[in-house]
Nanobody, 119 residues
């Protein structure tokens, strides 16, 4: 059983910063991708940032230059440093963990943490 527990989030003013953390526990395959998705009402999940187990990051264009994803693989933890926040960053942010073994794909999700950007 794999569990993802998120922390961080909350309310920040436009231009402010927030930091999200997510720690995975359980039987985790070492070669994996951890990341953050958002869900805005009425729209499907959208990837914000992901990071491979080798540290290579991938960002959505909307957050490039403002958000930084990092991970501590020894702790199975992923972080999202969110700077220069905009009101349109408001959403529920979900931590994700993904790996494939052969033809099998495994996906796990956290419960989500609310990020609200407002003055």
């Amino acid at each position: 059983q794999v569990e993802l527990v998120e922390s961080g989030g909350g309310l920040a003013p436009p231009g402010g910063s927030l930091r999200l953390s997510c720690t995975a526990s359980g039987n985790i395959f070492s070669r994996n991708i951890m990341g953050w998705f958002v869900q805005v009402p009425g729209k499907p999940h959208k990837p914000v940032a992901r990071i491979f187990s080798n540290g290579e990051p991938i960002y959505d264009d909307s957050v490039k230059g403002r958000f930084t994803i990092s991970r501590d693989s020894a702790k199975d933890t992923v972080y999202l440093e969110m700077d220069r926040l905009k009101p349109e960053d408001t959403a529920v942010y979900f931590c994700s963990l993904h790996w494939t073994v052969g033809h099998q794909s495994f996906d796990y999700w956290g419960r989500g943490t609310q990020v609200t950007v407002s003055s």
